[in-house]
C-alpha cells in the first residue's frame, strides 16, 4: 500500500515568489494535515482537514497561506508570496479519523529554501 | 500555548549502549507518542501510549506514561548503528482534538 505521497520533494525560490506544495493521502484517510517544520524543531500543525472541510486552521497564516482540498482526497497548500522565514520542511499526513487511536501517517515532506 | 520541554537535545552513544530521553509538560494530556524521523523522511510512529502509567514495549524499545499524565520516557536498550535519527516525543488531544504538539526533538549518534 503507499504511503503518503508528497511532491515536489525539494524547491528553491527567490523571496516574493509562490510556491505550491502537493499532498496525496493514503487511500481512505479522511483527515488530512499540513505540518511545517523548522529546522532544528518539531512539526507544528498549520491546517487538518476533515474530509473537505478545514476544521482546524488557527495556525495556517492567513495573509499569505492558503490550502485547498476540494473532493476531499488529496491537497494542495500555498504561499504567496513567499518570504525568507518560511524556508522549512512542509509536512504533509493523514488518519483515518481525527484524535483517539487514529495513528497519524507522515509523508516525505517537501523541503522548501526561499532565498 | 502548549509546550513539550524534550531532553536531552542530542546524545552520542557506543553501539551497544542502551539510551534514555525524556519529555515533559505543564499540562495533563491523555495520548503520548513517540516518533523518529530519519534524515529526508517524515517522522514514523514508534510507540503510542494511551493509559498513564502504562508500560510498553516495541522490541528493543520501551516507553512509559507517567503517571502524573504530564510526562513520558523512551528507553532504547543495546543501541545499533540503524537506530541514528531525532526522535520526537508528541502529545494528541487537550484543547484541539486531532491536533498533535511535537517536543523539539532528540538527536542520537550512534558510534559503531
Known amino acids: 500500500e503507499a504511503g503518503v505521497v508528497q511532491s515536489p520533494r525539494y524547491k528553491i525560490i527567490e523571496k516574493k515568489q509562490p510556491v505550491a506544495f502537493w499532498c496525496n493521502p493514503i487511500?481512505?484517510?479522511?483527515?488530512l494535515y499540513w505540518y511545517r517544520q523548522n529546522l532544528g524543531q518539531g512539526p507544528e500543525l498549520l491546517i487538518r482537514?476533515?474530509?473537505?472541510?478545514?476544521?482546524?486552521d488557527s495556525q495556517l497564516p492567513k495573509d499569505r497561506f492558503s490550502a485547498e482540498r476540494l473532493k476531499g482526497v488529496d491537497s494542495t497548500l500555498k504561499i504567496q508570496p513567499a518570504e525568507l522565514g518560511d524556508s522549512a520542511v512542509y509536512l504533509c499526513?493523514?488518519?483515518?479519523?481525527?484524535?483517539?487511536?487514529?495513528?497519524?501517517?507522515f509523508g516525505p515532506g517537501t523541503r522548501l529554501t526561499v532565498l | 500555548g502548549q509546550q513539550l520541554n524534550q531532553s536531552p537535545q542530542s546524545m552520542f552513544i557506543q553501539e551497544g549502549e542502551d539510551v534514555s530521553m525524556n519529555c515533559t509538560s505543564s499540562?495533563?494530556?491523555?495520548?503520548w507518542l513517540w516518533y523518529k524521523q530519519e534524515p529526508g523522511e517524515g517522522p514514523v510512529l514508534l510507540i503510542a501510549?494511551?493509559?498513564?502509567?502504562e508500560l510498553t514495549s516495541n522490541g528493543r524499545l520501551t516507553a512509559q506514561f507517567g503517571i502524573t499524565r504530564k510526562d513520558s520516557f523512551l528507553n532504547i536498550s543495546a543501541s545499533i548503528p540503524s537506530d541514528v535519527g531525532i526522535y520526537f516525543c508528541?502529545?494528541?488531544?487537550?484543547?484541539?482534538?486531532?491536533?498533535?504538539?511535537f517536543g523539539q526533538g532528540t538527536i542520537l549518534t550512534v558510534h559503531p
Open positions: 482537514y476533515e474530509n473537505e472541510e478545514a476544521v482546524d
Open positions: 499526513a493523514s488518519s483515518l479519523g481525527a484524535g483517539g487511536h487514529n495513528e497519524q501517517f
Open positions: 501510549l494511551y493509559k498513564a502509567g
Open positions: 487511500s481512505g484517510h479522511n483527515t
Open positions: 508528541a502529545v494528541a488531544g487537550g484543547t484541539s482534538y486531532g491536533k498533535l504538539t
Open positions: 499540562s495533563i494530556f491523555n495520548t
